[in-house]
């Protein structure tokens, strides 16, 4: 019913920036509360932030708490995650995901982008 695709990975060094982005398709983009994730090489599935459907409301793991934050444009049916300060233990594959508006904060995600590769070197 949506499809999400992720852009904006790559390779940086300690300390740097980069923005993610994640762009949906449709026209009821607004309806969905939005959610990035990431996996590292044998490693489970984390969270790592979530915002409304509203964009007032966000919720970061203290992982990432103080160095990422995610917004939204619905105009342009896209979510971002700003990521500064990067450590090496932030490489991963990065996924943007949605879920219909409901309960706060969401229990499950019923879709899922292709994800997008963070390098982050020392």
């Known amino acids: 019913q949506v499809q999400l695709g992720e852009s904006g990975g790559g390779l940086v060094q300690a300390g740097g920036s980069l923005r993610l982005s994640c762009a949906a398709s449709?026209?009821?983009?607004?309806?969905?509360?939005m959610a990035w994730f990431r996996q590292a090489p044998g490693k489970e599935r984390e969270f790592v932030a979530a915002?409304?459907?509203?964009?007032?409301?966000?919720y970061y793991p203290d992982s990432v708490k103080g160095r990422f934050t995610i917004s939204r444009d619905n105009a342009k049916n896209t979510v971002y995650l700003q990521m500064n300060s990067l450590k090496p233990e932030d490489t991963a594959v990065y996924y943007c995901?949605?879920?219909?508006?409901?309960?706060?904060?969401?229990?499950?995600?019923?879709?899922w982008g292709q994800g997008t590769q963070v390098t982050v070197s020392s």
């Open positions: 449709g026209r009821t983009f607004s309806i969905y509360d």
């Open positions: 915002i409304r459907w509203s964009g007032d409301i966000t």
């Open positions: 995901a949605a879920e219909p508006l409901g309960r706060w904060p969401p229990l499950k995600y019923d879709y």
